[in-house]
């Protein structure tokens, strides 16, 4: 089992939601959430040494690595795959729309409608998380059972045009709402480039 990766960032693709990581001559592809993207540096055209801790998914047509910031966020997305009927791919989801903390509260909350945003993931598999993870996020979290809920579940009209246009459509591939990105990318540098852009806009939504 790969608990971490330490090595030189030499890629990344925010629309794949992959990084790419060269540990001893070798460069590990491990898909990432939003959340840990925004943590990365923003241009690899200079080495960076960075550190993920990972979990390896074993399949019978090959082993993929997941990769995330925190320990945190790789306990969380441990706790969402042990969920009856949620994958890496719906949990890597979810922890892109929300970051642990806010997914904490949302369970806490019993909020639904806002887990079954991430693409991949209904209704029903968002009941059956705040079902079965209720208990354990009230003992990792006894935090958010006093916790509101986010104001960014609210709705509200959202820019378009051009790269912005381009932004929008990939943030909400990655499950965010309207009035968050309306939010994020009124902040961003219009004249960057499309990638520059969309990390601009996830940066801000993760904060």
Sequence with gaps: MIYC???????TDALASI??????????????????????????????NVRLYTHMQVREDGIDLYGFFTTEEMNMF???????????KAAVSILSLMTPEKLSMAIAA???????KAP??????AARIILELKDKIAKAYPQAGTASRPDSY???????????E????????????KPEITKALTAVDT?????????????????
Excluded: F, W
């Design 5 to 11: 990766l330490t090595g030189t960032l030499i890629h």
């Design 19 to 48: 990084a790419v990581i060269e540990c001893g001559g070798v460069g590990y592809k491990v898909s990432v959430t939003s959340n840990t993207l925004t943590k990365l540096p923003l241009s690899t055209d200079k080495p960076a």
């Design 78 to 88: 441990k706790m969402l795959i042990s969920v009856s009927g949620v994958g890496p």
């Design 110 to 116: 019993e909020d639904g409608k806002a887990i079954s």
């Design 120 to 125: 991949n993931v209904g209704a029903k598999t």
């Design 154 to 164: 609210a709705e509200a009209a959202v820019p378009a045009g051009g790269k912005l």
């Design 166 to 177: 381009d932004a929008k459509a990939a943030l909400l591939v990655l499950g965010y709402g």
């Design 191 to 207: 004249t960057a480039s499309l990638e520059d852009i969309i990390r601009q806009a996830l940066a801000a939504l993760m904060k």
